[in-house]
């Protein structure tokens, strides 16, 4: 099972669901963002976001008390991706990802930018930020696949992220215009990381993996 230990800034807690309950809330949150306010796929009756890949992948929900404010889902490269079946139109002719053990994608990343404003919403974004190369560093993760509207592509490069396109930009369901690219985690800079984790605390277990990571590296 993918590991993940809780992240703290704040008031804000990055953590693994735990629960069925707190899945309920995910799922809700992912509801409100993904099929209310953006339209990317229909509006269900039980205001639930749910599908297939929620059955083999792990759900990280970022918590402000007892409220969802953002998520993200990690599915292992030893299962399907939605980039193979749902947005394959976005690759073009040929293209191969790597799949397996060190391979993993990214979907329903979000956070509720409705509800979060000025440094409140900036340290929920780095808690959520933080969360894609912990998961990927805990996990040993080198390739994580994702697709996104170009605005956040270009947003992700400004960042320093080490990311590359895959595909080219093509239009999806409902017209807006997404691109899918790839995480190389082995090219992330020790300053990078040293700035996605200022201000953060993690459990006990979480910094002995890592001191982990430290000595390694």
């Known amino acids: 099972m993918p590991c993940f230990y809780a992240l703290q800034l704040g008031e804000f ?30 509006v269900r009756d039980d205001g639930l976001d749910s599908d297939r890949y929620d059955g083999f992948s792990d759900n990280l929900a970022l ?19 939605m980039l193979e079946h749902e947005f394959s139109r976005l690759l073009v002719p040929g293209e191969t990802l790597v799949k397996g053990r060190r391979s993993a994608e990214i979907t329903r990343f979000a956070m509720d930018g409705q509800a979060l404003r000025g ?3 900036a340290a929920a974004a780095q808690l ?3 969360s894609l190369w912990q998961w990927a560093a805990w996990n040993r993760i ?3 696949y994702f697709v996104v509207e170009p605005r956040m592509y270009r ?12 595909g080219v930009p093509r239009p999806l369901d409902g017209g807006v215009l997404s691109m899918a690219g790839c995480f190389d985690w082995s090219l992330v800079t020790p300053e990078f990381i040293q700035s996605m984790q200022q201000g953060v605390t993690v459990s006990d277990a979480s910094q ?10």
């Open 155 to 166: 947003r992700l490069a400004a960042l320093k992220f080490p990311i590359q396109p895959v």
């Open 119 to 121: 440094r409140p919403a």
């Open 208 to 217: 002995e993996r890592l001191r982990e990571y430290d000595y390694s590296h």
């Open 128 to 130: 959520l930020y933080l």
């Open 142 to 144: 080198r390739w994580m």
């Open 13 to 42: 807690q990055m953590r693994q669901v735990a629960c069925p309950e707190e899945l309920q809330q995910q799922l809700a949150f992912r509801h409100k963002v993904f099929r209310e306010q953006l339209g990317w796929v229909p």
């Open 63 to 81: 918590w402000h008390g007892k409220q969802v404010v953002g998520s993200v889902r990690f599915t292992l490269g030893s299962e399907p991706f």
